[in-house]
T-cell receptor
Framework: GEDVEQSLFLSVREGDSSVINCTYT??????LYWYKQEPGAGLQLLTY?????DMKQDQRLTVLLNKKDKHLSLRIADTQTGDSAIYFC??????????FGQGTELSVKP | DTEVTQTPKHLVMGMTNKKSLKCEQH?????MYWYKQKAKKPPELMFV???????INESVPSRFSPECPNSSLLNLHLHALQPEDSALYLC?????????????FGPGTRLLVL
């Protein structure tokens, strides 16, 4: 069945780059997503990438997609304390469902 | 505007109470979703509405009853809940049902069942 995996924790220093990794199994996914969830809040759509793209850049965010290895990464440049949150990778599958990873808790230390 | 609103933000209820959660979007989206999320876990899909009709029920207990009165509104009626139902309830919407469309989430209702 479909599965999405992420490491659970990442700790970085303010100003460093953060890289959050994700692997997925459904090769038919058209879109892959990154959502951010701050404590006590809902899910904020950060960015997404279409499956025929290798890379997408949006200000401090860079998404890399290796479709052969089914590997997705999110790089946050110049990480700030406000970036501390849980980051969920998700793949869309037929039927309108989203399959989420377990979430990576990013801790940014000053 | 990609805003999904949810009310109330917080809700405390006893196991014998009846309450409702509300969700609204004005983006013209025709698919709406209810998710349940426990702390530091990913959201779990509960229900999907496509063109105001229930299309997916992920084997959710009958004490949760969804309703879609029109294309902008989605309700979740709660009755005889259990303490383990305490969670963050998230609503989402997407433009078209069935396809691989981007889902936009609301801020959630944090529910505590005593």
């Amino acid at each position: 069945g479909e599965d999405v995996e992420q490491s659970l924790f990442l700790s970085v220093r303010e100003g460093d780059s953060s890289v959050i990794n994700c692997t997925y199994t459904d090769s038919s996914s058209t879109y892959l997503y990154w959502y951010k969830q701050e404590p006590g809040a809902g899910l904020q759509l950060l960015t997404y990438i279409f499956s025929n793209m290798d890379m997408k850049q949006d200000q401090r965010l860079t998404v890399l997609l290796n479709k052969k290895d089914k590997h997705l990464s999110l790089r946050i440049a110049d990480t700030q304390t406000g970036d501390s949150a849980i980051y969920f990778c998700a793949e869309s599958i037929q039927g309108g469902k989203l399959i989420f990873g377990q979430g990576t808790e990013l801790s940014v230390k000053p | 505007d990609t805003e999904v609103t949810q009310t109330p933000k917080h809700l405390v209820m006893g196991m014998t109470n009846k309450k409702s959660l509300k969700c609204e979007q004005h983006m013209g989206h025709r698919a709406m979703y209810w998710y349940k999320q426990k702390a530091k876990k990913p959201p779990e899909l509960m229900f999907v509405y496509s063109y105001e009709k229930l299309s997916i029920n992920e084997s959710v207990p009958s004490r949760f009853s969804p309703e879609c009165p029109n294309s902008s509104l989605l309700n979740l009626h709660l009755h005889a809940l259990q303490p383990e139902d305490s969670a963050l309830y998230l609503c989402a919407s997407s433009q078209q049902p069935g396809g691989q469309e981007t889902q936009y989430f609301g801020p959630g209702t944090r529910l505590l069942v005593l």
